[in-house]
């Protein structure tokens, strides 16, 4: 079992700034750790999250690996930039960050370089209005069907990941999941399966695996 990354050295004013590791956070930890063996035979050069928060997911990530791979990440909260660096550190984990939203500011240097892509999106559905902070709200407000963000980054999926890559995208009952599979069999070809999924409180959160 890989132990959760020590994020001892965050404190609870990080946690205004930034979002707290929570059950969706953890099912994703679930679904790399469930896939430790093919993660480690696919010998990934580059992984990539987008919008890290604390970094766990990442530093988690580069855990399960064993091994250097780059491991990027992104996100438009600067502070989340930050800390994502230094729970990198704080872990032994080497991690480069990029403010940006999504991944406007890599494209299309990384075109379909990205062997394992996560995302534990906002989802929350929310006014629109709510959608396009830069601070702790762009952690949950997902606007119209909590698919407005996630909406942006379906269309780059094909042109993100390598030939071998493998997408982690967290999502919930309200985002409809299968209707985001379909679209992205009819518009993208590329297949999917739910790998996990589980009940949190009131939501229930899926983990979509998605691949060529
Ligand atoms: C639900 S939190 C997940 C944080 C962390 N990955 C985790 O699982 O605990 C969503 C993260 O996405 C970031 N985010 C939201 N919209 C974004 C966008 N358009 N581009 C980049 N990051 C974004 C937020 O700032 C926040 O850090």
């Not at 928060?53 to 989340?80: I, R, Y």
């Not at 996560?118 to 006014?127: A, G, I, Q, R």
């Not at 902070?133 to 909590?146: F, H, K, N, Q, T």
Request: include cysteine; charge should be negative; charged fraction near 20%.
């Amino acid at each position: 079992m890989i132990p959760t990354p020590d994020l001892s050295h965050l404190t609870s004013e990080d946690y205004e700034k930034v979002y707290e590791p929570a059950e969706d956070t953890f099912l994703l930890l679930d679904a790399l750790e469930q896939d430790q063996q093919q993660l480690q035979s696919l010998q990934p050069s580059i992984c990539l999250e987008i919008g890290s928060g604390s970094g766990c997911v990442t530093t988690f990530l580069a855990k399960v690996l064993h091994q250097p791979a780059l491991c990027l990440t992104t996100d438009l909260n600067h502070h989340a930039c930050q800390i994502t660096k230094r729970t990198g550190m704080q872990n032994g984990v080497a991690i480069d960050t990029v403010r940006t939203n999504l991944v406007d500011a890599i494209m299309p240097r990384l075109k379909q370089k990205i062997d394992v892509l996560c995302f534990n999106p906002p989802y929350v559905v929310t006014p629109t209005e709510e959608v396009g902070s830069v601070g702790i709200e762009a952690s949950w407000a997902g606007g119209v069907d909590g698919r407005e963000v996630i909406d942006q980054l379906l269309p780059l999926i094909s042109d993100l990941l390598s030939p071998k890559g493998i997408f982690y995208l967290l999502l919930i009952h309200e985002n409809r999941p299968l209707e985001v599979m379909k679209m992205l069999k009819e518009q993208q070809g590329l297949s999917s399966h739910i790998a996990l999924e589980r009940r949190a409180g009131r939501e229930r959160q899926y983990i979509v695996k998605i691949y060529r």
